[in-house]
């Protein structure tokens, strides 16, 4: 969706906030460093006080000036100081405050104006004080007879001052720097301001929030509702969108994507054959792909930097393929026998009208016995009611195609699953297009046993054979050229591995073409994964060669 010219509310309100959060932290900013500024310059400015006023008091020949009450000695030191340190005042006076300098000569001889009485007891001072002068910051000082003796009497004072008015002019100055510097933040933050804004619009397409919401809760519908696997992976292959029936599908945990999103495929646990798939540059439309025993139609998609990745369950698909193909085989074989039934019908209506009444109705019992005797035969001999059905159709479907279909063992336990059926479903159906890639009436046998460790199933057939066994059970192998990928014997392997069985392979029947064995437990493993139909007889190979 193109982003709107016209600047939305948000992106207006966005930056009028920041705009106005960023006067704000200036001000405030400004205000604290300038109550700060004024602090420090007059600290600053006391320190300097007490330092010049500590020298002068040590000064050579200032104690015994003040001693014997020397002004002409006292006031060029005094002056001199006072213009080098660009002091307000220098006062230097005796312990009990009369001054002997100050830069009004008319104030000499005065008392000195302000706290004095600590440093005429030896101690050091500093204060404000509304003086002659104005308010002062000023530091006082003793002046003793022997310079640097802490018991020495104190035979004056020396005080040294500023006048407010030059700290206030020196804080002027620096809060000069200060706005200089709240200016320039002033404009920083209103050109971030305004690139923030842009961006924010570029990113939301200029939608306001209730719109993005909105959408986002359309999204998350959407994105957990469609019945289609989705998954986005990043330029590190790590999850970054997943829906519901992914999860189902890629069988992980996470509900909704928590713990699956940030993750790649192989820390996930995902079937090795989907990640190698997927793991190829090369492009993905439509593939088909056994993971565990779901058959997946998978698309794979790049973006500016991500993967987006589909994945539909072929398995329901097969169900409707198989409902299909039993459909068609069912009017095969109803075909055929309305003309089995044609014939027959002849046989008896020409016996009937030659008068051999009794060869006419021995010719229907028999041909009516052939057909009931062959389910019953099954019913009693197959303990699985599902398997003994698939087993007759199977027996149907082999004589209609011209095949023999022997069937010999005996169950007595019944699976209670689909397992036996998508095993004995697949293996017949590969052994019956083994038999027809033949010239000639071919064979097919099927043996079913109990025993002590559980279920034995043999299917064998006198085709062609399998040149690679072990190719045959992996998923995509094929002998048929420009036929359907091999899932049917690849399916058998995984339901075999999940009932913790084996399944092996060797000759057929007289030595011919391909067998297989079968053994599963008695119990199948706790824990075992939903069952899936057989592939329908459509996806089968020539020569057992599914997988």
Not at 25 to 46: C, F, N, P, W
Not at 127 to 139: H, I
Not at 276 to 288: N, Q
Not at 462 to 477: I, K, M, Q, Y
Request: glycine letters at 10%; a negative charge.
């Amino acid at each position: 969706m193109p982003a709107p010219r016209r600047r939305s509310r948000l992106v207006r309100r966005l930056l009028v906030v920041e705009i106005v959060t960023v006067l704000l932290t200036v001000l405030i900013a400004a205000g604290v460093s300038a109550v700060s500024t004024r602090s420090l310059v007059e600290d600053d400015e006391a320190a300097r006080m007490l330092g010049l006023a500590t020298a002068l008091a040590v000064a050579p020949g200032v104690p015994p000036a003040v001693a014997a009450r020397d002004v002409a000695a006292l006031e060029p030191a005094a002056e001199a100081v006072r213009a080098d340190a660009d002091a307000s005042f220098v006062t230097i006076m005796t312990p009990d405050g009369t001054r002997l300098t100050h830069p009004d000569r008319s104030l000499i001889g005065q008392t000195y104006q302000g706290t004095f009485a600590p440093a005429a007891r030896g101690e050091t001072l500093v204060e404000t004080f509304p003086g002659t002068l104005g308010p002062s910051v000023r530091a006082i000082v003793p002046v003793r007879a022997q310079p640097g003796s802490a018991t020495a009497p104190v035979v004056g004072m020396v005080a040294v001052g500023l006048l407010r008015v030059d700290v206030f002019s020196r804080v002027l100055r620096e809060l000069g720097y200060l706005a200089l510097g709240a200016v320039a933040a002033i404009g920083i933050g209103f050109g971030l301001a305004l690139l923030a804004a842009r961006r924010v619009r570029r990113d939301t397409l200029g939608l306001e929030p209730a719109e993005i919401t909105a959408l986002h809760r359309h999204h998350e519908a959407v994105l957990h509702a469609i019945r289609e696997g989705l998954l986005v992976l990043d330029a590190d292959d790590r999850v970054v969108v997943v829906n519901d029936e992914a999860t189902r599908l890629l069988e992980v945990a996470g509900e909704g994507g928590g713990g699956i999103v940030g993750k790649t495929l192989a820390e996930l646990g995902v079937d090795p054959a989907l990640a190698a798939r997927l793991a190829d540059p090369t492009p993905v439309s439509d593939e088909s792909l056994l993971v565990g025993e779901r058959l997946l139609l998978v698309n794979r998609t790049r973006t500016d930097d991500s993967w987006v990745i589909t994945l539909r369950d072929r398995t329901e698909v097969q169900q409707v393929m198989r409902a299909l193909d039993d459909a068609r085989s069912v009017a095969g074989a109803l075909r055929f026998q309305a003309h089995e039934h044609a014939n027959h019908l002849q046989a008896v209506s020409t016996l009937i009208e030659l008068g051999a009444h009794d060869d006419a109705r021995e010719l229907a019992v028999r041909w009516t016995r052939d057909i009931t005797d062959l389910g019953a035969d099954l019913r009693e001999r197959i303990a699985d009611p599902a398997l003994a059905a698939l087993v007759l159709d199977k027996a149907t479907d082999a004589r209609d195609r011209g095949v023999d279909l022997r069937v010999t063992g005996r169950t007595s336990v019944a699976d209670g699953t689909d397992d036996l059926v998508t095993i004995v479903g697949n293996l017949v159906d590969n052994a019956l297009d083994a038999v027809l890639a033949t010239a000639g009436r071919g064979v097919v046998a099927l043996d079913l046993a109990d025993g002590a460790g559980g279920l034995t199933i043999r299917v064998a057939d006198d085709g062609p054979g399998l040149a690679d066994p072990e190719a045959a059970f992996r998923a995509g192998w094929s002998t048929k050229e420009g036929g359907p990928r091999g899932l049917g014997l690849a399916l058998v392997a995984r339901v075999v591995e999940r009932r913790g069985g084996t399944v092996t392979t060797g000759p057929g029947v007289d030595g011919a073409g391909t067998g297989f064995v079968v053994e599963l437990p008695a119990v199948s493993p706790s824990g075992a994964r939903e069952p899936v139909a057989h592939a329908p007889h459509g996806d089968h190979e020539a020569g057992h060669a599914e997988a």
